[in-house]
């Protein structure tokens, strides 16, 4: 069975401050596929990223990068210089791989950042 | 459309009453998904369609919900006798790739909140 940990219920942090939100898996599968979602106030969910289980790079897009660590099981999104428009729901998900996968996305509990200005 | 759109956006229904929730994908959008998201957790998925084939339909709570998409396009996701822990947001996504990665392209509407009295 997968599973997916987002332990921060919460984080507020002021304009301009890094943050880190974490995000740790289990699942069974040699093959996965890692993602994060925001979700505004308005409700849609927003893709951010994938990362198969195969490529650890690290990857930085604008204020965004993302740390994948397979020998901790954890994939953790850095926003730097958080600015207000990042405050809303962050979701860390995990799926099969494979043309046979079960295509479904098992999603974390999500961690409401706040920013304040 | 430009975007998935979900009617109605709210639903308060009393208990026992039934419900039909509509998703409208992305016009050409093969793959279709159903998620149910209660209130402060992630979305959890409930049902896959591949154009008017229902693939995956492991994440129905009960027998008393139901999904269709007879024509491959337009998707209702209808419960029946309906109860209190019925009560969440029903998002829907859609996707113009027959994934082999789950999630890569999803586009999320904005859901529809089901209130239960």
């Known amino acids: 069975a997968q599973k997916v940990t987002q332990a921060q219920t919460e984080i507020s942090v002021v304009e301009k401050e890094d943050v880190t939100l974490d995000c740790v898996y289990e699942?069974?599968?040699?093959?996965?596929?890692l993602f994060w979602y925001k979700q505004p106030p308005s409700g849609e969910l927003v893709f951010l990223i994938r990362r198969n289980s195969f490529d650890e790079q690290n990857e930085i897009s604008g204020r965004y990068s993302w740390n994948f660590q397979k020998s901790t099981s954890s994939f953790n999104f850095t926003i730097t210089a958080s600015q207000v428009v990042d405050s809303a729901v962050y979701f860390c998900a995990l799926s099969e791989a494979g043309d046979t996968g079960r295509r479904a996305l098992t999603f974390g509990s999500g961690t409401r950042l706040q920013v304040q200005p | 459309g430009a975007g998935v759109s979900q009617s109605p956006r709210y639903k308060v229904a009393k208990r026992g009453q039934d419900v039909a929730l509509r998703c409208d994908p992305i016009?050409?959008?093969?793959?279709l998904f159903w998620y149910q998201q209660a209130l402060g957790q992630g979305p959890e998925f409930l049902t896959y369609?591949?154009?008017?084939?229902?693939?995956?339909k492991s994440g129905l709570p009960s027998d008393r919900f139901f999904a269709e998409r007879p024509e491959g396009s337009v998707s209702t996701l209808k419960i029946q006798r309906t109860q209190q822990e019925d009560s969440a947001v029903y998002l829907c996504?859609?996707?113009?790739?027959?994934?082999?990665?789950?999630?890569?392209?999803?586009?999320f509407g904005s859901g529809t909140r089901l209130t239960v009295v």
């Open positions: 699942t069974r599968d040699t093959t996965y596929y």
């Open positions: 996504a859609s996707s113009q790739q027959v994934l082999t990665g789950a999630g890569y392209g999803y586009t």
């Open positions: 016009s050409g959008h093969v793959s």
């Open positions: 369609f591949q154009n008017e084939a229902q693939l995956d």
